[in-house]
């Protein structure tokens, strides 16, 4: 039985990645997936040449998210969800582009994207011989880990000091078997050109978030500014729009069920080549922990903000991004524990320790590299209850402390000599920091954080003996003085609600910064040794653990012998699948499109299923202009497929097989949650808006016609 289910796990690898549907590739192994059997109708080199204009010039990388350009003025498409962040800071209680959306009706009236950057991939090559020289000789893999990231951090400032737009990356692949170099030109003027209203962008709300049908306008369109020159520049009124030497092309053929999809963009992180250890720690430990914290904090937010139109302004961005980990975090846990994961995983070691066995040679390289592993998650799960809270109070805890801890952190770093800082500790680092706090402010308020440091704080007194947090028994010592007391306190007493006071803690010695006796910044300084002694815990273990899943992959790929992807790590990625709907449960079948009479068909008229009047009104009128489907009779709105995506791809392109944008994707299903760890066939699936639907919503709904003119779109 045990050699009957090796071989099957093996044969279903191989199958999987034959057809495609399997795999976050790199854009240089698409050559090897057999494309044109599926279905291609271009060249492999019209999606990917370093050597001419190709697709890949048409996808960037925006924010957490993906975008595309869709014309030769600098129009870009993503999802609502990836521009809402932009909308929400740009929002105030008497202009809600959140709420009501936004429209420009010409260039001068595009508004800013606050703190939003573009990046457009200009060049990627191989550079491990170069990275690794710097491990010659060096045995122990902290110290090893200390090196690549020394190297790495001097070739990045090597080429991005001779250009001021160019951002450069070097990413680990395969746990370190291979280093890639990655050369960006950086967009960092970006602008609001139309965003629905949320009750279309986010029709649904968290309620369909995660699931299927979907009736939800994921998009929005924004737009790259530069310099006259063409350099990316900041925002200014002199800027002029970018000029893409590649753009995407809207299908005119109608999608249907079976036909090839491919999807470019910049997922974030997988774990499929991860243990059964790193599978239960997960499972038991983090996502159960931060599921409760944040759907507290969510309550929290709700309860503090129901009567507070600017304060749910305030807050919309991080709530959104809690209420979509939430239910993220919780659909992992449901299919691990529903598909019996872990165990899977342990049942899947026992045959890969059965092979490495069979050889001694291959004992002699793997036989204890699973139990290695077991060994460092050890170490950290001695003090894991007392480092998640921290973790907490460092991160989750409100604005002020954040900003109080992240300062002192910093100051302490660069009062070191220059050669002994930990990489990315330089002046330019700071300054980048420092311009970034407008944008924490813009989130900031105060009942909501409050709330969240008294949360914090309790969380900390009740860590049991041998997992408190030394050196914040001050504020628990008194009795008389409650931690709401202390809270209050604080935020009467703290300047930290100050944007330029904050700013200015960041070109602040360590000594000038405690001189300040401000509350947020003691509770900084207190924690600072421990925060230093676990930096050093578990920079050992990540650097221990690295190099031991660089012995594991090895072993996989000894063992399988088959072509592997790299796990995701927010580099360009290639994906494709056919359209196909999938089956939850017995005896229910899932169609692949949902339309314009499944949104008549779930408003309510109460949020999240509150559809705009005007929306039903082109509904029941059946005025669908061209953007009706044959075969539906009706505006299709949303499509699923089995492209291969995770978080980070939101906002990714779709394309047919021609090339052409044929929709956005923006969400996975909640019945393949663990598709982080695993793919699954029968299961997972990419839930895409039809760039249909999006014409529509556009010309008929919004009156922007103008803007399928720009991009070529006959109507």
Known sequence: MKKYVLSLLISLLIATISFA??????????????????????????????????????????????????????????????????????????????????LARNRSDEIQAPGYEARLLLEMKDVTDEVLKATKNLTDPTKKDRAINEKMAKMTEAIEKKKGDVDVRIAEMYNGKQYIQFVYKVFKDIRIVYAPPGSIGKYGGDIDNWMWPRHTGDFSFLRVYVSPDGDGAEYSTDNVPYKPIVWLK???????????????????????????????WNLNYNYPFSVKNFSEIINIMDDLTENDPEGKIKVAGLRAGLANAQKNFQGKVDGMTNTNYVQKKLDFEEEFMDWVNSDPETKAKYGNVLKDIKAQYAI????????????????????????ADMAYGIAMEMEKPKNERRPGYDEDAVQQTIDALQYQYMGYFEPVDKAMMIRALKMVNELPAGQRIEGLEYIFDDPSITIEDFVENAYNTSKLNDLEFSKSLFVMSPDEIVALNDPFIEIAVNIYPLTEKNREVYESFAANVTELRKQYIDALYEWQGSNMYPDANS????????????SPTDAVWYKPFTTLNGVVQKNTGIEPFDAPAKLLELAYEKDYGNWVDPELNDVPVAFLHQCDITGGNSGSPVMNAKGELIGVAFDGNYEAMISD??????????ISVDIRYVMFITEKFANAGFILDEMGVAR
């Open 21 to 102: 549907q399997e795999g976050m590739w790199l854009l240089n192994q698409i050559d090897d997936l057999n494309l044109k059997e599926k279905g291609l109708q271009i060249e492999t080199s019209d999606i990917y040449n370093p050597e001419k204009p190709s697709l890949y010039n048409a996808i960037l990388q925006l924010g957490g998210g993906s975008a595309s350009f869709v014309s030769s003025e600098g129009l870009i498409i993503t999802n609502h969800h990836v521009a809402f962040g932009a909308l929400q800071r740009a929002s105030s209680a008497e202009s809600d582009y959140l709420t009501n959306g936004f």
């Open 250 to 280: 809207v299908a005119t053929d109608d999608l249907k069920n079976k036909d090839l999809t491919f999807i470019m963009g910049y997922p974030g992180a997988t774990t499929r080549y991860r243990t059964s250890n790193s599978a239960a």
């Open 380 to 403: 950290i799960n001695k003090t894991r209850e007392r480092d998640d809270v921290l973790g907490l109070l460092q991160g989750l805890s409100g604005t002020q402390l954040g900003i």
């Open 571 to 582: 580099t360009m990625r290639f994906t494709a699948g056919p359209v196909k709907g999938y």
């Open 677 to 686: 760890w695993q793919y699954d066939y029968e299961l997972q699936r990419t």
